[in-house]
């Protein structure tokens, strides 16, 4: 869990909220009411990919956007 304003992974001056970041990934409701309640700002992460079975598409910028929508 981490907080951050832009992009796919904390950038400087973006903290880590827990010491081994996305390797602390949990589905456990006591562990994730403790976090929000320690960190009521910080963003959602969900696994992707073989894990989860969850696909994600991000297009990044203008660009990206006008890319993906020419699919």
Do not use: C
Not at 13 to 20: D, H, I, M, P, S
Request: aromatic residues 8%; hydrophobic residues 35%; positive net charge.
């Amino acid at each position: 869990m981490y907080v951050r304003q832009r992009g796919a992974r904390p950038e400087r001056g973006e903290a880590l909220r827990t010491k081994n970041g996305v390797k602390d990934a949990t589905t456990d409701p006591v562990v994730i009411r403790g976090w929000w309640h320690r960190w009521p700002d910080a963003n959602i992460g969900v696994a992707t990919g073989m894990t989860s079975g969850v696909f994600m598409i991000g297009p990044d910028g203008t660009d990206g956007i006008r890319d993906f929508t020419d699919l």
